[in-house]
Structures are given as structure tokens and as C-alpha cells.
């Protein structure tokens, strides 16, 4: 009799187990998810949509089990480290930082917190990870660079001017990511005989100034290299650019959207869709280590044909071909 009761009591006390076990499993699966993202330039751009657009597809909803502080600033390392320190202290379960700066920042922040970067140069030349098939420590995600991307934008500005013979190109020295792609552009313009006018900039002022030496130098076409710098005053050049009449060649398609006349580098909204699916990786379990770095696999090619015929250009039929043309 005593057996019979005892084991009724066990067999209680495991389904009420199995009764709460669900509850438990759903509750841990539905608990609030905070996210941190650092960026190195304005917060409000296409590519962060895409960002958000995934990571709901994925099953998580801001104000219900998602919460994303943001935080963004151009204006240089020191204030990049102040926001870093911000977000860690927020203890969140992810970090996403946008951009080498801002990954520089959030690395030196924490070593315990996973990090998925994207729109990094080189992670690896730039210390952030061991390799990109093995990144080791807490982060990893996604590079902005592939092949030559520098030597290519080259290729066609020559294609858009076969007669150019002197380019400038615009390029921040203080973004280690931005020297290596300026290394990458001189390294290409020897076979395509040309000669580069080499205009730092790093700050605002650096960048009004850069076209006057552009048309000083006599200079046929114009380069600028993806900066947070130079990505966050985009506007401002495109309009320079054009008071200047200096055929300029992008790195990303928000430029050519905005009047820039041709752009070619990653497709931002892919890259940070695959950041949104790192970064859920990494909420289910998977450590930073176990995700190599990806390079980007899909890419614009983006001409304004308004602003070639404004600039007087008749496009290469090979080009255009090729291109997206926005009219």
C-alpha cells in the first residue's frame, strides 16, 4: 500500500513537471531579446530597414520580444567609444556594430558580449578577427569587400572617360579599412595608365575643399572610397560633384539614388539582411567563433543617366548593358 502511494506520488509529481516544462520552454523563448547597434554614420538609411525587416521575418518584433538601442555618431573614434561603453552597460545579449570605427569601438568595449560587425573593410588586416574561416573570440559578420572592388570602380571610370589620364580620389586616412582601399586604387591605375591625386579628408571642411583641388589639378574624373565620413555628407558631395562637372565614381547605389553618377560596391540591403541572421544565430546559441565571416556575393553596378547627360557623357552601350540605369 505504502509502494502503491509513493508511486503515485512520483508519477504527481513528474507530470506536473511535464505540465510546467512547456511553460518554462515558452517562456524562456518568448523573453524580451535586447540588442545593441553602433554605427559609424546616421542611423536613418535603407540598409537599417532591411536590418529590421529580417530580423522580424525571423520572429522577433520590437516593444514585444525585441528591443534595439541604437546609437550612431560620425564625428570620430572618441565619440564611437563613448557609445560603445553606453551599449555595454546595457548588458545586451548581441552587439552589431556598423562600420570598422565602430567596430574598433565595441571591440575595445567588451570581450564578452558576441559582436556581429558589417560594412567592415577587412576584418582580418584590421585585427577584428583571426581569419574568416575561423574568427575566433566573440566576433565575426559581415565584410563589405570583395576582390579588387577598388581596382573595378577604377576599371570604369576609365570606361565612362577613355581618356582620362588623371583621377582624384577622396579618401579618409584615419579608417584603416579606407587605406587599404586606397592602396587597392593605386595598385590598379598603373595598367590603365593613370595618375592619382591623392585628397585626405577628415572632416567636413576637408571635403568642400577636396573638389577645388580635384579641379586645380586638372583633374578628369573623381573617385570617392566608403567612409562614415564621407557616406554621412553624401549629399553634399554629389552636389559638389556636380557644380564641379567631375564624372565620380561611388561605392555604394544610395549615392546614384541621391544623383551621383555611377556607383558600384556590395548590395548593403543583402549584407545587412545577413547581419539580421547572425545576429539570430547567435540569440539561439551559436558562438561568434562558429560563424565565419562572409564577404558580399551580390553587388550594384548603378548609373544615373540624368546626370551623365547633364556632365555630357555618352555612356558605353558594354556599360549600360551591365548597369542598372536610373533615369
Not at 179 to 184: M, V
Not at 199 to 215: G, L, N, W
Not at 221 to 234: A, F
Request: net charge neutral; hydrophobic share 45%; charged share 20%.
Amino acid at each position: 500500500m505504502q509502494f502503491d502511494q509513493l508511486k503515485r506520488r512520483e508519477f504527481i509529481t513528474l507530470l506536473g513537471g511535464a505540465v510546467a516544462w512547456p511553460v518554462a520552454a515558452r517562456a524562456q523563448q518568448e523573453r524580451t531579446r535586447r540588442v545593441g547597434v553602433l554605427a559609424g554614420y546616421e542611423r536613418h538609411v535603407p540598409e537599417f530597414e532591411a536590418f529590421r525587416k529580417q530580423l522580424h521575418e525571423l520572429g522577433y518584433i520590437e516593444g514585444k520580444n525585441l528591443v534595439i538601442d541604437w546609437r550612431y555618431s560620425d564625428e570620430g573614434t572618441a565619440r564611437l567609444s563613448i557609445l560603445a561603453e553606453e551599449l555595454v552597460g546595457l548588458h545586451p545579449d548581441v552587439l552589431v556594430s556598423i562600420t570598422t570605427p565602430a567596430t574598433a569601438a565595441v571591440k575595445a568595449a567588451t570581450g564578452g558580449i558576441p559582436i556581429v560587425f558589417a560594412n567592415v573593410g577587412d576584418p582580418v588586416a584590421t585585427g577584428f578577427v583571426a581569419s574568416l574561416a575561423q574568427p575566433r573570440g566573440n566576433l565575426t559578420g559581415q565584410s563589405n569587400v570583395a576582390r579588387d572592388l577598388s581596382g573595378k570602380r577604377l576599371e570604369l571610370l576609365k570606361e565612362i572617360i577613355p581618356t582620362s589620364s588623371i583621377v582624384a580620389v577622396i579618401w579618409n586616412p584615419t579608417n584603416s579599412a579606407v587605406r587599404l582601399a586606397w592602396h587597392e586604387t593605386q595598385d590598379a591605375a598603373l595598367p590603365l595608365g593613370l595618375r592619382l591625386i591623392s585628397i585626405e579628408v577628415r572632416t567636413v571642411s576637408d571635403i568642400v575643399s577636396a573638389f577645388d583641388i580635384a579641379k586645380q589639378e586638372g583633374c578628369q574624373g573623381l573617385i570617392v572610397l566608403p567612409d562614415p565620413l564621407t557616406g554621412s555628407h553624401r549629399s553634399a558631395i554629389i552636389a559638389l560633384a556636380a557644380k564641379a562637372r567631375i564624372p565620380t565614381v561611388y561605392g555604394y547605389r544610395e549615392y546614384v539614388d541621391e544623383g551621383g553618377l555611377l556607383a558600384y560596391g556590395a548590395n548593403y540591403r543583402a549584407l545587412y539582411r545577413r547581419t539580421a541572421i547572425y545576429v539570430d544565430k547567435i540569440l539561439k546559441g551559436t558562438k561568434p567563433a562558429e560563424l565565419p565571416v562572409e564577404q558580399p556575393t551580390t553587388f550594384d553596378l548603378v548609373v544615373n543617366l540624368k546626370t551623365a547627360q547633364a556632365l555630357g557623357l555618352t555612356l558605353p552601350p558594354s556599360l549600360l548593358i551591365r548597369a542598372e540605369a536610373i533615369e
